[in-house]
């Protein structure tokens, strides 16, 4: 069973990211929700941990028991005794760590939590013996200099720097937060372009630190920056007036983002956090980060985001930061004129309106229902 201590880390940060509402969507019970489920990505149509190619000796029998659907049932036992005859073998660790995910959301889909649940912890587990491991130090680290770099004395001298350019939008926030819906959303209007997500700002302030170290930051760093950047999302989009970039971690960025783009929108999707993290956790991430793997881990990380998001909130201007909610996004598409704030085209207030009964909202929707963790509260022994 998970420690409490992992759940109480998550709902304190929970009460510091969301404002009472009145929107049930985010309540709080201070109860850790197990509601488990794979998740299903609006813009791949079902769940990555659903993917699943499981090679047999008999070739004839993959596709039957590699290939999970967005729902399963009990008349699916077949698959199920399938999976599990198929996972007593020694399988190669990738294909071992796959079947766990999709038998977790199988038990998910039929009702029996922990096993689902017991399912996502083996494949977690596996997962980490890949890739690197996670230093919470050096992310906390990380965190402490942008915050002592971005400060009120920083955007003062870059007040003048900035690019006069309006076409960047950002959407921004944790992984599993709405960033791919508004993207989709806003990329839906004629005047504006999607660009995916653009590496650029890590790498950018990494340059600035080097320079503010060495003693070295002179007027053109910071306009050479927005020169490149915009250079660089031309080349990623068809153009047009707006591009929408929706890089997640340029959470940890938007200070130095507003100081070489000062016109820039930059829109926050928020999401309640047991939700964020679960959906994190139990989804089959390869490359999402070393954190994704481990529910410690993944508390630790979205305790940083909280505290960056908050450094923001009290230093960028009310006019810069757009912050949404994905819970109401995905309840209510067609009361979303937020959208239409700030500066960005005229007339799309409306796209979410003309989305209501499109795919994009109705994969969100169900989305949003079956990894609505904290509103659950299964057994867990």
């Known amino acids: 069973m998970t420690p409490p201590h992992i759940w109480e880390s998550i709902i304190v940060h929970s009460a510091i990211v969301f404002t009472p509402t009145g929107d049930k969507a985010l309540s709080r019970d201070n109860t850790p929700d197990f509601r488990l489920y794979v998740g299903y990505q609006p813009e791949r149509g079902v769940s990555a ?7 047999t000796q008999e070739r004839k029998r993959s596709q039957s028991l590699g290939s999970v659907g967005c729902r399963m049932t009990g008349e699916d036992a077949d698959w199920l005794r399938g999976a599990e005859a198929l996972l007593a073998r ?3 660790l990738p294909q071992e760590i796959s079947l766990h995910y999709a038998l977790g959301k199988y038990f998910d889909d039929v009702g029996q939590f922990e096993r689902a649940f017991g399912n996502y912890r083996q494949a977690n587990e596996l997962a980490r013996r890949y890739g690197s491991t996670y230093n919470r130090d050096q992310l906390t680290e990380r965190v402490e200099q942008i915050i002592r ?4 004395a920083f955007l003062q001298r870059s007040a003048m720097e900035g690019s006069g350019s309006e076409q960047p939008v950002f959407v921004i926030g944790m992984p599993r937060s709405g960033t791919s819906l508004a993207e989709q959303i806003l990329a839906s ?7 995916g997500e653009v590496p650029f700002w890590n790498g950018a302030f990494t340059a600035y630190r080097k320079a503010e170290a060495g003693g070295s930051v002179d007027a053109k760093l910071i306009p050479g920056m927005a020169a490149e950047y915009l250079g660089r999302l031309a080349a990623e989009s068809r153009g047009g007036p707006r591009v929408v970039d929706k890089m997640p971690a340029n959470f940890f960025y938007a200070g130095l983002i507003h100081a070489a783009l000062p016109y820039a929108r930059i829109i926050h999707m928020r999401r309640h956090p047991i939700d964020t993290c679960l959906s994190i956790y139990f989804q ?3 490359g999402m980060g070393p954190y994704a793997n481990d529910l410690e881990d993944l508390a630790h990380y979205y305790g940083e985001y909280v505290r960056i998001m908050q450094h923001w909130r009290t230093l960028l201007p009310a006019t810069a930061l757009l912050e949404v909610s994905y819970e109401a996004l995905v309840a209510e598409p067609m009361v979303t004129p937020r959208f239409g704030q700030h500066g960005l085209p005229v007339g799309i207030q409306f796209i979410a309106r003309a989305l209501n009964d499109a795919k994009v909202v109705q994969a969100a929707r169900l989305f949003q229902r079956q990894t609505d963790w904290h509103h659950k509260q299964p057994k867990l022994s």
């Open 189 to 195: 209007h004629p005047s504006v372009a999607g660009a």
């Open 284 to 286: 089959n991430f390869f």
């Open 149 to 152: 770099s971005c400060n009120p």
């Open 90 to 92: 020694r399988l190669p």
């Open 49 to 55: 941990g659903c993917r699943v190619r499981i090679r």
